[in-house]
């Protein structure tokens, strides 16, 4: 099976190899030396999560704008959300958030079931921030998910910060809340001029 998305290849088979694609509108050294870092700061933030105890595919080599990683048989979590689910995905958010990985694509069809672990995947654009704005950005890109793909969706989100709470910081529920009024606001106003 071969993906196309906006940054990279991604063929699956025995292993999953995911090829960062050139992007002809830049300079082509610049989008070299660009893909070769994103390339390598995936790897260390797959690595890094895992070490974590965050279930992620281990990665089996590195080399220039490609990564060979494990394949992850499963099911994604998307198809299978429970709130039992979206509790233990706040957990597992909640330690790499305390390690300061922000995952940049926190949604369910970024995480695998699989064996009865939940397995991140798709560290693309994932970056290292200690900031609690990145923190809550990453939080309120999977509540959005969330109300977008599911019907119980408020059931999910509170599951979700439940066990966020368990081991991470509160300011950074707070912080997402605080950006989903910021939409909101935002949205009233354009309303207001329309």
């Not at 610049?30 to 279930?55: M, N, Q, W, Y």
């Not at 709130?83 to 995480?111: C, F, Q, W, Y």
């Not at 994932?126 to 998910?145: L, P």
């Not at 809340?177 to 606001?185: A, F, H, P, S, T």
């Amino acid at each position: 099976m071969i993906y196309l998305g906006g940054e990279a290849e991604v063929v699956i088979g025995d292993v999953v190899v995911k090829r960062r694609r050139v992007k002809r509108y830049r300079i082509r050294e610049i989008d070299e030396v660009l893909r070769l870092k994103r390339t390598r700061t995936e790897a260390k933030l797959i690595s890094l999560a895992r070490r974590l105890g965050v279930p992620t595919p281990i990665v089996l080599d590195v080399e220039e704008d490609t990564i060979v990683m494990e394949r992850i048989h499963g099911i994604p979590v998307k198809e299978c959300m429970s709130e039992e689910i979206s509790r233990e995905i706040g957990r597992l958010v909640a330690k790499m958030h305390n390690a300061n990985i922000v995952h940049g694509d926190l949604t369910p069809m970024n995480m695998i079931l699989s064996n009865d672990k939940i397995y991140f995947v798709d560290f693309g654009l994932a970056f290292i921030d200690n900031r609690v704005e990145a923190k809550g950005v990453d939080v309120h890109v999977y509540f959005e998910s969330l109300k977008a793909g599911f019907e119980d969706w408020e059931k999910l989100k509170k599951a979700f910060i439940e066990g966020y709470l368990e081991v991470g910081r509160e300011e950074v529920i707070r912080r997402a809340e605080e950006i989903e009024e910021r939409g909101r606001y935002v949205e009233k106003r354009l309303g207001e001029r329309g």
